[in-house]
Every structure is written in structure tokens, then in C-alpha cells.
């Protein structure tokens, strides 16, 4: 029973590693998503004000180089908190060891119990594990917490960051390095291929409906479009 929780334990590292790697790649996909939209409502806003190229090119790698930023740095600040959490998590278990340790095997004893295993075979279990690790056993029995890996704020940022950037490009070349006849039928043409792959990506990395999610995002992009050419065209 005991090399079994081992094994458990391992999975339990694995999945955490694929979890981090997953958050990375979440901010990625949220991040080309917002840097698409944002890109193209800017976009749309001023060459429907105006056709002086510059201008509109200007606009729109001004608005890309905010949003990329500001991305990261919300990511950064999110991830950071979450991570703090986990290490305030991880230390007022530390106390709680130290003051009552009886309690804390006692919570790892239970665990087992409430999955079926046997009171005898649980304390043995619990005595096994503490005895080896007891701050790694009670954080991750506790608060689902792997001891020393925590989401890692910068991995999140700088995919975020990368990203943004790379979704707001494909609205703005298509925008400036079109012909004036052509530029907003390719623009739109980009964005609904971009959203539509975000779209695809996202399903896939939250194990939702593919389908739903390109419909979803192929809306919002729609309607970004339309709101900010008639914003341009009232102003």
C-alpha cells in the first residue's frame, strides 16, 4: 500500500508538471485572442476615421505593444498570487507541524480512510509518508499542493507576452501591407481564420466543445468588428 501511495505520489508531480505547462500555454491562447481583437478594434476605429496608412499603422502597433504588455503583466500578477497563496499555504502548515503534529497525521490518516483504505492500513500509511516527508504529505493531502512547484509567474507572462504579440500582427499586416482595395476583406479574412484557430486551441486545451468555442469566438470577433468600424465612422 505504501509503494502504491509512492507511485500516487509521483503521478501526482507529473500531474502538476503537465499542469504548469498547461497554465503557460492557457496564457498563450488567452493572450493571441486579446491581441487579435484588440489589434483589429483599433484597427477598424481609426481606418474607418481615415486612409492615411501611417496613421493607421501607427495606431494599430501602438495598440499591439499595450496590449502585449499588459497582458503579461496581468498574468504575471495573477499567477504571482496564486503562487503566494500556495507558499502561505505551505508555511501555515509548517507551523501547524510543529505545534500539533498528531492532528496532521491524523488528517493524512483520514484521507486514506475516506477513499476506502482500512483505519490499521491508513495510520500505517500516514506514519509511513510523515516519516519521510511530513510537509510534502500534508500539503498534498491537505491543500492539493506539490511541495516546491509552484506556477511559475515569468512562464506565464512571457507566453502571454509573445502571444499578444503574434495574434495582433496578423489583423495589422493584413491592414497595412494590403492594397488599399483589398485591405479590408483580407483584414476580416485574418481575423476570423485567427479567432477560429484560438478557438480550436482553447477547446482543446480545456477538453471543451470545439465547435462551441470557434462559434463562440468567431461572435465575439464579428461583433468587435462591426462595433469599432461604425465607433471610426461615427467620429
Same mark, same amino acid.
Given at each position: ?17 503537465? &499542469?504548469?505547462?498547461? /497554465? ?27 486612409? /492615411? ?14 496590449? @502585449? ?18 507558499? @502561505? ?13 498528531? &492532528? ?14 482500512? @483505519?490499521?492500513? %491508513? ?28 506556477? /511559475?509567474?515569468? &512562464?506565464?507572462?512571457? %507566453? %502571454? ?55 463562440? /469566438? ?18
Amino acid at each position: 500500500m505504501v509503494a502504491n501511495q509512492e507511485l500516487r505520489t509521483k503521478k501526482v508531480k507529473q500531474h502538476q508538471t503537465m &499542469d504548469e505547462k498547461l /497554465n503557460t500555454l492557457r496564457a498563450g491562447v488567452l493572450g493571441s485572442n486579446d491581441g487579435i481583437l484588440t489589434v483589429v478594434g483599433v484597427l477598424f476605429s481609426v481606418a474607418a476615421a481615415t486612409t /492615411n496608412q501611417f496613421t493607421i499603422f501607427i495606431a494599430g502597433l501602438s495598440d499591439l505593444l499595450a496590449c @502585449a504588455f499588459s497582458m503579461a503583466s496581468g498574468e504575471y500578477a495573477s499567477v504571482s498570487t496564486q503562487k503566494d497563496t500556495e507558499k @502561505a499555504a505551505v508555511a501555515k502548515e509548517a507551523k501547524l507541524l510543529k505545534s500539533n503534529y498528531a &492532528d496532521q497525521q491524523a488528517a493524512v490518516q483520514r484521507f486514506y480512510e475516506d477513499r476506502g483504505v482500512t @483505519a490499521a492500513t %491508513s495510520l500505517a500509511i500516514a506514519k509511513d509518508l510523515m516519516a519521510k516527508d511530513a510537509l510534502g504529505t500534508v500539503v498534498n493531502v491537505k491543500d492539493d499542493i506539490q511541495l516546491g512547484h509552484y506556477m /511559475n509567474p515569468w &512562464d506565464a507572462a512571457f %507566453s %502571454s507576452l509573445f502571444a499578444a504579440s503574434l495574434g495582433g500582427i496578423f489583423p495589422l499586416a493584413a491592414m497595412t501591407l494590403f492594397p488599399a482595395a483589398t485591405q479590408w476583406p483580407a483584414t476580416i479574412v485574418a481575423v476570423l481564420l485567427s479567432v477560429t484557430l484560438t478557438g480550436f486551441l482553447s477547446a482543446k486545451l480545456g477538453h471543451g466543445l470545439v465547435k462551441t468555442a470557434i462559434v463562440r /469566438n468567431l461572435i465575439v470577433g464579428i461583433i468587435t468588428m462591426f462595433i469599432h468600424y461604425y465607433v471610426g465612422q461615427f467620429f
